[in-house]
């Protein structure tokens, strides 16, 4: 399976932007880049997914490298309700890793008051 | 649109003892996911379904875990014996496969909490 590399944690103060960064360089043509979300004690909740070009949406922005071997997802205005741990995944749409969603440790965002 | 729904909430048993966690996917996902998650750490995929068939379970411990999907709607994951080091939330997931060969978001449940002592 492809890896992602994220840091392991970043800050950010409340009505700020948060860049959240994420390495793969190993990405194949068929990897779409899916960033997922765990609020405390709840399951993973899904945010956004891009093949090659940017992806806008209500919750965040995707921004994608155009070697795809990287990307940053965006929030544009951070809340309290956005700490969480985010989770930058690879995800095959065909070949034998069809579909899998494999989660890494992630990057534990603290959003300040 | 009614979520994944997911049985029991909260389990606690003795070691040895067995145990079996229930999956309600979305109307209409074919394919099912089942994950562990230990404290801590990130969800670790166990086994996935595309309908009633497995499409990979390399990480599910075959010795003690086992997991069926009948009729390719509702799954069960099943634990006998457990062990203590199985103690974790016990997630499953969703999604929809259309025919274009995309896989859309996949849809968590709340999971359940396993204890084991």
């Known amino acids: 399976d492809a890896k992602t590399t994220q840091p392991n944690s970043m800050e950010s103060n409340e009505e700020e932007p948060v860049h959240l960064p994420c390495n793969h360089s190993?990405?194949?043509?068929?990897?779409?880049i899916h960033w997922y979300r765990q609020l405390p004690s709840q399951g993973p909740e899904y945010v956004i997914h891009?093949?090659?070009s940017n992806v806008n949406n209500r919750m965040a922005s995707l921004a994608i490298a155009e070697d795809r071997k990287s990307s940053t997802l965006i929030l544009h205005r951070a809340t309290l309700r956005d700490a969480a741990v985010y989770y930058c995944i690879l995800r095959n749409a065909g070949g034998t890793s069809y579909g899998k969603l494999t989660f890494g440790q992630g990057t534990i965002l603290t959003v300040h008051p | 649109e009614a979520g994944v729904a997911q049985s029991p909430r909260y389990k606690i048993i003795e070691k040895r003892q067995s145990v079996a966690f229930w999956c309600n996917p979305i109307s209409g996902h074919a394919t099912l996911y089942w994950y562990q998650q230990i404290l801590g750490q990130g969800p670790k995929l166990l086994i996935q379904f595309q309908n009633n068939g497995v499409v990979d379970d390399s990480q599910l411990p075959k010795d003690r875990f086992s997991a069926e999907r009948l009729k390719g709607v509702d799954s069960t994951l099943k634990i006998q014996p457990a062990k203590l080091e199985d103690s974790a939330v016990y997630l499953c997931a969703s999604s929809l496969f259309d025919r274009t060969g995309i896989f859309s978001e996949a849809f968590f449940g709340q999971g359940t909490r396993l204890t084991v002592v």
């Open positions: 190993t990405i194949s043509g068929t990897d779409y």
């Open positions: 891009g093949l090659t």
